[in-house]
């Protein structure tokens, strides 16, 4: 399996999935958009992650690269039709790359709860996760309105769209699955995340998330792994194995 990763910020990476990756002896090449990598030729890769980041898929007068990287999504999903994964920002990329629509929404920091809809307790990607799930959460935009012909899969309280599917081979996830050790740490480093963490849950917050998502890390990487697994299953039904 070779696997293209796009990437919008150094510490938001594939996470425990580049162990699984590792493990797998899976071939992983990675384009960082704000460093100015060009988007290699798609069609050598069997499946697609399209990691977080703090911009917002609206700003591509600040970020002139969002325009070529839905133009790839597009290009991956509906005319190769391989197997793509989207989480937070690549969740939204995906959404506005199909025609749907993304704008500010409630900040969703901390460890929260997602629960399925009835068409995401029989998905594939999902088989044999928890429902609810708990999740980590980071994000102050959101999926408002889903590209056509996408299937809702899981939603919370104050973000209706948290998971979706296009065709039988495309998903964004809003919440994060690749969370590890260091991610609470490196992600408070960033000035925006830093001040939603602290619009949210107060100042000194971030010690009270770090020892939140430590309690879950052991549940948290075995979500990861399940999730990755079903994966790999999907990248195998259109490779033939």
Known sequence: MRVLVFQH???????????FFREDGVRWDVVHFDRGDPVPDLANYD??????????????????WLAPEKAAIREFVSELDRPFLGVCLGHQLLADALGGAVA?????????????????????????????????QWHGAEVTRLPEGA???????????????????????????EIGAGTVDEWGAIPTYA??????????????????????????????????????VLVGSV???
Not at 11 to 17: R, S
Not at 151 to 177: E, I, K, M, N, P
Not at 221 to 230: F, Q, S, T, V
Request: one cysteine or more; proline letters at 5%; glycine letters at 12%.
């Open 104 to 136: 500010p929404g409630a900040s969703e920091v901390g460890v929260m709860t997602v629960e399925r809809t009835a068409a995401g307790r029989s998905d594939p990607l999902l088989r044999d996760l928890a429902d609810p799930l708990t999740v980590l």
């Open 9 to 19: 910020v150094d510490v938001e990476h594939p996470g425990t999935l580049r162990d």
């Open 47 to 64: 499946c697609m992650l399209v990691m977080g980041g703090p911009q917002d898929v609206w700003e591509e007068d600040l970020y002139p």
């Open 195 to 232: 001040e939603s963490l602290r619009e949210t849950m107060g100042n000194g917050a971030l010690a009270g998330l770090r020892r939140d998502v430590g309690d879950r890390a052991s549940a948290f990487r075995e979500d990861a792994r399940r999730l990755y697994d079903n994966l790999r």
């Open 239 to 241: 490779r033939g194995g």
């Open 151 to 177: 299937t809702l899969l899981a939603g919370s309280r104050d973000c209706r769209v948290q998971a979706f599917r296009v065709g039988a081979l495309a998903y964004g996830l809003q919440y994060h699955v």
